[in-house]
């Protein structure tokens, strides 16, 4: 079949629409708030962002011998690992190793490649419940063990995970160069997807503590990180420190638990597919070790160079802001529409930044009917809770992304999608009087 190129008129939102892509109707009129992708704005400044950066490394390139274009370091381009560690420290407001930085070409595939290095099938992973609904997926392929623990306000249940981690420990585990952990956990503790919740500085701690006491590497999905929209004055503040900041290397204790997996799709664009690792020497070691690393190269040695370029300028601190400003806008549309139209029994989650509200509906609301209500009745769509959670709970919780659309677009979906939820609500209401009737 020949290929079908895109159209001016099925170019909406930034998608090609066909009949084989994941979200088959976007366009004017229709609220995909299951999409988890940067809007256009978004899209458009990065597409600027990326031609001055290219004219800028591409002269580079020009006048030296075109590296650019070769092969490039395991670790990745120097340039990008450098700038990327100064570019963490300056919004993390603490030191990034340019050593501990590794090129990635993003953050599922990131977990995908630490889970196929690091991992055998049978082994374990602990993830939180709910969790990115990708998760189970990924790493089933690999044949690990997912066990889920539930999530709370502050972060997952660490009593339950306690106990999980002391019942499925392997007794005669000892760890070696080879094989330093015998489980993992995936967590998200900034922004979490799909609640949108930060992580307790305690829970923080008490899971460093875990990790090292039991031999288990911390995968953590640091990939809204620079997305706090929270405003101290004209000043955006700084999201809650990353996961990895607690795994302290002056600890007496200290061996490396924690990799941060970063990633630029969604503050820059995730056509660019490109990431980062922020890790520990001893998962550095093993990563140069994989063959599929040494007889590659840099996973994205061309697009991270291009990157590099834009770091720590004024062009990328400006696209940052843009980012964030708009994000602060339509946030605070969402939650504006939810605070004032909102049904009694209904809870919604206040996010301080990130791309994701979750709402939890009585348990009466029927979700699958409710969605077919508004995809038939308004054009909306949304993500079924219990995607987001590998045990199928969750059957009451729907996602939410408030980064796609604009502020107009979000109030106008977030209104018709509560009238729904009501006209759902008052049927409810009204079988069960009937019933006692």
């Known amino acids: 079949m020949a290929t079908k190129f895109r159209t001016k008129e099925e170019d909406y939102y930034g998608y090609y629409k066909h009949k084989y892509y994941e979200i088959s109707a976007i366009g004017e009129g229709r609220y995909s708030l299951d999409m988890g992708g940067p809007s256009v704005d978004i899209l ?59 090129t990635t070409c993003g953050a599922t595939i ?15 992973i602990f993830v939180e419940d709910p969790t990115y609904f990708r998760v189970n997926q990924i ?19 660490v009593e339950m995970l306690e106990k999980e981690v002391k019942g499925k420990r392997p007794l005669d585990f000892q760890p070696t160069d080879q094989r330093p952990f015998w489980a993992c956990m995936y967590l998200m503790t900034v922004y979490h997807n799909p609640t949108g919740i930060c992580y307790s500085k305690e829970k923080c701690k008490a899971l460093i503590r875990l990790a ?34 607690y795994d302290v290397k002056a600890d007496d204790d200290y061996f490396g638990n924690v990799v941060s997996n970063g990633s630029f799709s969604k503050v820059l664009a995730p056509g660019l597919r490109l990431g980062w690792f922020e890790a520990p020497k001893v998962v550095i070691n093993q990563l140069l070790l994989d063959g599929r690393i040494q ?26 802001l843009m980012v964030r400003s708009r994000g602060k806008e339509k946030l605070d549309a969402i ?18 930044g990130g791309y994701f509200m979750w709402i ?24 079924h809770g219990v995607k987001c959670s590998v045990p199928g709970r969750c059957q009451n919780c729907i996602r939410i992304c408030f980064m796609y659309y604009s502020a107009a677009e979000l109030v106008t979906a977030a209104t018709k999608l509560l009238e729904e939820i009501e006209v759902r609500l008052t049927a409810v209401k009204n079988v069960d009087k009937a019933d006692t009737n």
């Open 295 to 320: 007889g590659g190269g840099s996973m994205n040695h061309y697009t991270s160079g291009i990157v590099a370029s834009s770091l720590n300028t004024d062009l990328f601190s400006d696209h940052l």
């Open 44 to 102: 458009l400044s990065a597409a600027k962002l990326m031609r001055k950066s290219t004219e800028i490394r591409l002269q580079q390139e020009l006048s030296g011998d075109a590296d650019l274009l070769q092969y490039g370091s395991s670790l990745g381009d120097p340039d990008y690992r450098t700038n990327v560690a100064k570019f963490l420290s300056s919004h993390y407001q603490d030191s990034v190793d340019p050593e501990s930085i590794f």
């Open 335 to 352: 939650l504006g529409v939810f605070r004032e139209r909102c049904p009694e029994g209904v809870k919604f989650s206040i996010p301080t």
């Open 360 to 383: 939890e509906l009585p348990g009466s609301v029927d979700i699958p009917e409710l969605h077919e209500c508004c995809l038939k009745n308004h054009n909306i769509s949304f993500h």
């Open 110 to 124: 990131g977990l995908s490649i630490l889970v196929s290095i690091f991992f055998n099938a049978g082994d374990v």
């Open 212 to 245: 090292r006491d039991n031999n288990i590497l911390i995968i953590c999905d640091d990939v809204y990180n620079l997305l706090c929209f929270e405003k101290n004055g004209n000043a955006f503040e700084r999201a809650p420190p990353r996961l990895f900041q």
């Open 139 to 157: 790493v089933r392929g690999y044949g690990l063990t997912v066990v889920p623990i539930p999530l709370v306000d502050d972060g997952i249940e």
